[in-house]
């Protein structure tokens, strides 16, 4: 069975600091794809980035950008340049076998401060 | 933004009552996802479709039944809702060409049950 690990319940950071949000995956399968998603306060479920288990470059977007260790199985989320905004709850996910269907972690709650 | 829309968005229901919640998309995807949401568990899959009337169970599917009778409305259905399924649903959408297409999500519906 499939299972994400996020062991960062609560992390705080400075406004335009970068922070990494921690996120480690367990498999036995050889393709799989790793999500990152934001939950704002709001409770709309946000998509950031995608990493693929075969892509051997690190994905990124803007200022999201996801540090892919396959031997480690980690999948960090780096935010770079934390704004007021980027707080929020955040989740790994990844797929497990066909249709898409998602294994998320527990998720962390960032807090950007002045 | 991916054409999702849930109904209700908030619902109280007495413990024992019928409840069914509706996801309705624009996009065409294949496949749709109920997911619920639960403090200290991160999201959970209920149930998936892959298709009109092609539907599987998920990790915490008892006690929920789905339907599919379009491709654009999924169904989730308590028959007799219990406290424990209180909690935040979401559906989710993916054309699911591959393992690298994402998931994007509705509002969520909140479910008090008393």
């Known amino acids: 069975a499939q299972k994400i690990t996020q062991t960062q319940p609560g992390m705080f950071v400075q406004e335009k600091e970068a922070v990494t949000l921690d996120c480690t995956y367990d498999t036995s399968d050889q393709s799989y794809g790793l999500f990152w998603y934001k939950q704002p306060s709001s409770g709309e479920m946000i998509f950031l980035i995608y990493?693929?288990?075969?892509?051997?470059q690190n994905a990124t977007e803007g200022r999201y950008s996801l540090n892919f260790q396959k031997a480690r199985k980690s999948a960090n989320l780096v935010i770079s340049a934390s704004q007021l905004g980027d707080s929020a709850m955040y989740f790994c996910?990844?797929?497990?076998?066909?249709?898409?269907?998602?294994?998320f972690g527990t998720g962390t709650q960032l807090k950007v401060e002045l | 933004d991916a054409g999702i829309t849930q109904s209700p968005r908030h619902k109280v229901t007495e413990t024992g009552t019928p409840v069914t919640l509706r996801c309705h998309q624009t996009?065409?995807?294949?496949?749709m996802y109920w997911y619920r949401q639960d403090p200290g568990h991160g999201l959970r899959l209920i149930h998936y479709s892959y298709g009109v009337k092609d539907t599987d169970k998920g990790e915490v599917s008892d006690g929920y039944s789905v339907s599919r009778s379009k491709t654009e409305d999924f169904l989730l259905t308590l028959e007799s809702a219990t406290s424990s399924q209180t909690s935040v649903y979401f559906c989710?959408?993916?054309?699911?060409?591959?393992?690298?297409?994402?998931?994007?999500f509705g509002q969520g519906t909140r479910l008090t049950v008393v």
């Open positions: 996910a990844m797929t497990q076998g066909g249709g898409n269907k998602l294994t």
């Open positions: 996009e065409n995807h294949r496949y």
């Open positions: 989710a959408i993916s054309d699911g060409r591959d393992e690298n297409a994402e998931a994007f």
């Open positions: 990493q693929g288990s075969y892509d051997e």
